[in-house]
């Protein structure tokens, strides 16, 4: 496999020669990138002698560029692995600067990047660097723990970098597990090769006056985990969002909606021409009978309040009723007897599939995880708790396994 290591400013830049000797030893090929600060603290050379390769530090040099341009380096690398990675490495790759060799590299790959954390334990421990650490996990970065001690600085605390054993032992596995997944990538795009999908997710709202709404705490998360990794397998997708804080590769045909009538009349326009919906929104229910235009003032003699609420179409089981339907699946969101609920609403929506979840328990709504038990009329298969990105790859696979998809 082809490492590229990239070397930021930190005392524990002298560990990083041992981490290219056991790379090199497990047969491994290491490109090193040091960055400025990291130069103060080691010598180019030492990284050259163990590596058998010339150290890149610059972006704009003639001689280095010649060899491999940088361009060409994020995309020869399997895995990045950059350790010491500095307080300060971490809010650039947050912020995407390109202002060095590194950070250009990181920003102009599609290859997994590791961290391994080095520096003073309050500098860990500070929300900022909390912060940047949390996003950038989130947008798939996978980061260490620092480990717990000394410090050279002299304190104690968390924030030095892992041993080299522990990052080397790390790496080969995560490399493992992305090749695994490269390879169930590779083997399930034929299946949604040029598929169309149109996809709901989020809530909906439904206004009772200029500043007031009834809503719910769906966050969409799992619906744009669904269109994201469709598309990523050659979906043409589209997606139906209600309001949602969440963004989307611009490649997907995004509409956004705020009400459960304006979530059905853009079904309505797009269901025709799909081979799949998927109905992951939440629409509410129901919608207040009036909307009122003016902010709904507090009567002072009034203790209780009535709303009177109409029923909103139920979009799902629209499309499921319609003769040139595509294959239809629903989701069934509860706190109890998940299973029983899903198997009767998959009925009653004359619905093809049915994803069930319960929610609450750190699952559903708001959370990171999600373990859906996907229910057809044949077959009921329950998914391990895992993200809503790896939900949603065990979703379409299970779709393409069926024979009258
Ligand atoms: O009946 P329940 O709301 O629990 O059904 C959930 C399923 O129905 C979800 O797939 C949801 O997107 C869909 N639904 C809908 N229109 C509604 C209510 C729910 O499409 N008005």
Same mark, same amino acid.
């Given at each position: 496999?082809?490492?590229?290591?990239?070397?930021?400013?930190g005392?524990?830049a002298?560990?990083?020669l041992?981490?290219?000797?056991?790379?090199?030893?497990?047969?491994?090929?290491?490109?090193?990138?040091?960055?400025?600060?990291?130069?103060?603290?080691?010598?180019?050379?030492?990284?050259?002698?163990?590596?058998?390769?010339?150290?890149?530090?610059?972006?704009?040099?003639?001689n280095?560029?010649?060899?491999?341009?940088?361009?060409?380096?994020?995309?020869?690398?399997?895995?990045?692995?950059?350790?010491?990675?500095?307080?300060?490495?971490l809010?650039?790759?947050?912020?995407?600067?390109?202002?060095?060799?590194?950070?250009t590299?990181?920003?102009?790959?599609?290859?997994?990047?590791?961290?391994a954390?080095?520096?003073?334990?309050l500098m860990?421990?500070?929300?900022?660097?909390?912060?940047?650490?949390?996003?950038?996990?989130?947008?798939?970065?996978?980061?260490?723990?620092?480990?717990?001690?000394?410090?050279?600085?002299?304190?104690?605390?968390?924030?030095?970098?892992?041993?080299?054993?522990?990052?080397?032992?790390?790496?080969?596995?995560?490399?493992?597990?992305?090749?695994?997944n490269?390879?169930?990538?590779?083997?399930?795009?034929?299946?949604?090769?040029?598929?169309?999908?149109?996809?709901t997710?989020?809530?909906?709202?439904?206004?009772?006056?200029?500043?007031?709404?009834i809503?719910?705490?769906?966050?969409?998360?799992?619906?744009?985990?669904?269109?994201?990794?469709?598309?990523?397998?050659g979906?043409?997708v589209?997606?139906?969002?209600?309001?949602?804080?969440?963004?989307?590769?611009?490649?997907?045909?995004r509409?956004?909606?705020?009400?459960?009538?304006?979530?059905?009349?853009?079904?309505?326009?797009?269901?025709?021409?799909?081979? &799949?919906?998927?109905? =992951? @929104?939440?629409?509410?229910?129901?919608?207040?009978?009036? $909307? #009122?235009?003016? /902010?709904? %003032?507090k009567r002072?003699?009034?203790?209780?309040?009535s709303?009177?609420?109409?029923?909103?179409?139920?979009?799902?089981?629209?499309?499921?009723?319609?003769?040139?339907?595509p294959? &239809?699946?629903?989701? =069934? @969101?509860?706190?109890?007897?998940?299973?029983?609920?899903? $198997? #009767?609403?998959? /009925?009653? %929506?004359?619905?093809?599939?049915?994803?069930?979840?319960?929610?609450g328990?750190?699952?559903?709504?708001?959370?990171?995880?999600n373990?859906?038990?996907?229910?057809?009329?044949?077959?009921v298969?329950?998914?391990?708790?895992?993200?809503?990105?790896?939900?949603a790859?065990?979703?379409?696979?299970?779709?393409?396994?069926?024979?009258?998809?």
């Amino acid at each position: 496999m082809k490492i590229l290591l990239g070397v930021t400013g930190g005392i524990a830049a002298y560990k990083s020669l041992e981490l290219v000797r056991l790379f090199m030893k497990a047969g491994h090929q290491v490109q090193v990138v040091m960055t400025a600060g990291a130069k103060e603290f080691i010598q180019p050379l030492s990284f050259q002698a163990l590596s058998g390769n010339p150290v890149r530090d610059q972006l704009f040099d003639e001689n280095q560029e010649a060899g491999m341009g940088h361009i060409e380096l994020a995309r020869w690398a399997d895995l990045i692995v950059i350790a010491p990675c500095s307080a300060e490495t971490l809010a650039k790759l947050r912020m995407g600067r390109a202002d060095d060799l590194l950070m250009t590299l990181c920003l102009a790959t599609d290859r997994p990047i590791m961290l391994a954390p080095a520096m003073n334990r309050l500098m860990w421990s500070n929300a900022a660097t909390q912060e940047n650490v949390a996003l950038l996990q989130q947008r798939g970065f996978e980061i260490l723990t620092p480990a717990e001690g000394e410090q050279a600085c002299g304190e104690v605390g968390a924030g030095r970098m892992p041993e080299p054993e522990t990052i080397f032992s790390q790496a080969e596995r995560y490399l493992d597990a992305q090749q695994k997944n490269a390879q169930a990538w590779a083997e399930l795009h034929p299946s949604w090769q040029g598929k169309r999908l149109l996809i709901t997710a989020g809530p909906t709202f439904e206004d009772l006056d200029p500043v007031r709404f009834i809503g719910n705490r769906s966050s969409g998360k799992m619906g744009f985990a669904i269109a994201e990794v469709a598309h990523k397998l050659g979906a043409q997708v589209t997606l139906i969002a209600g309001p949602v804080s969440l963004s989307c590769s611009p490649d997907i045909s995004r509409l956004d909606v705020r009400s459960a009538q304006q979530m059905f009349e853009a079904v309505q326009s797009h269901y025709a021409q799909q081979d &799949v919906f998927i109905s =992951a @929104a939440a629409v509410a229910d129901f919608r207040p009978a009036n $909307q #009122s235009n003016q /902010k709904i %003032k507090k009567r002072t003699d009034q203790d209780l309040m009535s709303l009177q609420l109409v029923k909103n179409p139920d979009i799902v089981a629209w499309v499921a009723e319609q003769a040139n339907k595509p294959f &239809v699946v629903g989701f =069934a @969101a509860e706190t109890e007897n998940v299973l029983d609920y899903a $198997q #009767s609403k998959l /009925k009653r %929506k004359q619905l093809d599939m049915i994803c069930a979840n319960q929610v609450g328990k750190n699952l559903g709504f708001e959370s990171e995880q999600n373990a859906l038990t996907l229910v057809t009329r044949d077959a009921v298969e329950a998914l391990m708790i895992s993200s809503k990105k790896q939900q949603a790859f065990e979703l379409l696979k299970f779709l393409a396994s069926l024979h009258s998809f």
